[in-house]
Each structure stands twice: as C-alpha cells, then as structure tokens.
C-alpha cells in the first residue's frame, strides 16, 4: 500500500522560511516523478513544482521561481521543498505527489497524494 505524508507546515512570518518534507512508501522512488501542490481557501489546487525522476531536473512555476527549491533523496524516499521569503499569497495546503511525468511544473497523474501539510504566512 502506497502512502505518502508531508510534514513541516507551520506559521510563520512572511519573509521567513519553511521546508516541508514528503515521505513515501510502498513504492520505489526513483520509479516516480514527484510534484509539489498547493490549494488556497477557496481556490483550487495548483501544482508548483515537479522534479524528475533522477532530481537532475526541476520546474516550478513563476511564482515561487528563486524563493523555492525541490529536491528528492530516492535512497531516502523522500523529497523536500525548501521555501524562503514566504509571503502571505504563499498561505495553502501544500500537497505531495508521485506522478509519472513533469509537463514543465505540472505533475502528470495518476497520482499517489498525501493528506497535505498547512502553511499559513502572516504579514
């Protein structure tokens, strides 16, 4: 059985940094593309980031392009998203993935989710 579990929300101040993790199971990492989702209230969920299945490329989305960096440890099966310079628009569920191919910083599905992790930035 597959599972897959962010950790490493929080609050924080904008300008501050955060990095989430995104532990996986029950699969091979280095199987899977991994991507990075984010979903605002009342917004629908966006995918922000994607890397490959080596880690040799990433994408992110123009947004958080400079203040964001996805990284993976397959041996670890895990994968990471290193956030600097928060801002309050950065406030969302961050959510984690396995896909099969990044289409730039879309994540192509089908997907394995995890339950997300909450970032709330405060101005």
């Known amino acids: 059985q597959v599972q897959v579990v962010e950790s490493g929300g929080g609050t924080v101040q904008a300008g501050e940094s955060l990095r989430l993790s995104c532990a996986v199971s029950?699969?091979?990492?280095?199987?899977?593309?991994m991507g990075w989702f984010r979903q605002a209230p009342g917004k629908e969920r966006e995918a922000i980031s994607c890397?490959?299945?080596?880690?040799?490329?990433?994408y992110y989305i123009d947004a958080i392009k400079g203040r964001f960096s996805i990284s993976r440890d397959n041996a670890g099966n895990t994968v990471h998203l290193q956030m600097a310079r928060l801002g309050p628009e950065d406030t969302a569920k961050y959510y984690c993935a396995t896909g099969f191919r990044c289409d730039k910083s879309f994540l192509v599905g089908p997907y394995n989710w995890g339950q997300g992790t909450q970032v709330t930035v405060s101005s």
């Open positions: 029950g699969l091979t990492l280095a199987d899977y593309y």
């Open positions: 890397i490959s299945r080596s880690g040799q490329n990433t």
